[in-house]
């Protein structure tokens, strides 16, 4: 009989005890990843100009703003020639997409 009891002991401490305590974790972690934002992925805008970058951005659920303006470059006015964060990332959906744009030189001369 104390064979059995050592065994029913056994049973619960190794097998039933950690099924219990993994299945609440199990249940934190899947509370912790529901309360997280959505995320996305960031689309390239590189070579893109300023109205199709924003309209594929929205389309991402993310925000554009123009972080700097370049002129010593000859390039279309209004292209994007860089972003941050890069294309490929994933970030939290409503995140801010910095870019530099090329610009007109000042006084139009190019």
Known sequence: MAAFQLTTEAIV???VLPAIALSLLALDVRRERLSRPPQTTVPLIVGLNYKTAEMKLRDA?????????????????????????QGGERVDCGTV???????????GVR
Do not use: C, W, Y
Not at 61 to 85: F, H, M, S, W, Y
């Open 61 to 85: 659920n993310l925000k554009i703003r123009v972080l700097a303006n370049r002129r010593d470059l000859p390039l279309e006015p209004g292209t994007i020639i860089a972003q941050t964060p």
């Open 13 to 15: 401490v190794f097998i």
């Open 97 to 107: 997409i910095g870019v530099t744009m090329s610009s007109e030189e000042l006084g």
